[in-house]
Nanobody, 124 residues
């Protein structure tokens, strides 16, 4: 079992930055692909970014490429999402997720564990 707890959400003006953190329990954190997803009101949950266990590879949704950076610190069992140049359309609840596979998948049904989410609101 892996428990995930997100933090770092909040209210920010357009053009600003936030860094989300996701702390994971368990001794095998480095074996999991970690992903970030987001869900805006009335919309489906969408893929944002994913990172391999070794942090050697990452994948991003087109909508966030060049603005968001996913990273991880396996010594701290934590994955991060640095969000820069935020836009009002980035407003959503952001979730982190863990997958015990090896592919950087965008499919949320593949991920085994989920956090409770953290709200990000970007004002115009």
């Amino acid at each position: 079992q892996v428990q995930l707890v997100e933090s770092g959400g909040g209210l920010v003006q357009a053009g600003g930055s936030l860094r989300l953190s996701c702390a994971a329990s368990g001794r095998t954190f480095r074996s999991y692909v970690m992903g970030w997803f987001r869900q805006a009101p009335g919309q489906e949950r969408d893929f944002v970014a994913a990172i391999s266990g070794s942090a050697g590879a990452a994948r991003y949704a087109d909508s966030v490429k060049g603005r968001f950076t996913i990273s991880r610190d396996n010594a701290k069992n934590t994955v991060y999402l640095q969000m820069n140049s935020l836009k009002p359309e980035d407003t959503a609840v952001y979730y982190c997720a863990a997958d015990d596979g090896v592919l950087l998948t965008t499919r949320q049904m593949v991920y085994d564990y989920w956090g409770q989410g953290t709200q990000v609101t970007v004002s115009s």
